[in-house]
Nanobody, 123 residues
Framework: QVQLVESGGGLVQPGGSLRLSCAAS????????MGWFRQAPGKEREFVAAISYHGSSRNYADAVKGRFTISRENNKNALYLQMNSLKPEDTAVYYC????????????????WGQGTQVTVSS
């Protein structure tokens, strides 16, 4: 089992940057593929990015491709999401998630979830 805690959210102006972090408990972090999802007010939760067990493969939603970068440091049990060129439509609660089956954009395959961190992009 793994517990996840996100941090790094906040208020940023359009065009700005934020770096989200996700701290994972346990000694088997490298056994989990990881993902970031987000949920905007009044909308369903959606896929943002995913990364494989050791970071060799990554996948992004079209809406964030070229602006966001997912990465991980297994020796620190940490997952990151670097967000650049932020837009108002990026405003959402961002969640990190873990699954043992492999890196995927399918929400239902993720077993463990953090509590989320709010990102607000506004002038």
């Amino acid at each position: 089992q793994v517990q996840l805690v996100e941090s790094g959210g906040g208020l940023v102006q359009p065009g700005g940057s934020l770096r989200l972090s996700c701290a994972a408990s346990g000694r088997t972090f490298s056994s989990y593929a990881m993902g970031w999802f987000r949920q905007a007010p009044g909308k369903e939760r959606e896929f943002v990015a995913a990364i494989s067990y050791h970071g060799s493969s990554r996948n992004y939603a079209d809406a964030v491709k070229g602006r966001f970068t997912i990465s991980r440091e297994n020796n620190k049990n940490a997952l990151y999401l670097q967000m650049n060129s932020l837009k108002p439509e990026d405003t959402a609660v961002y969640y990190c998630a873990a699954n043992r089956a492999g890196w995927t954009n399918r929400e239902r395959e993720y077993e463990y979830w953090g509590q989320g961190t709010q990102v607000t992009v506004s002038s």
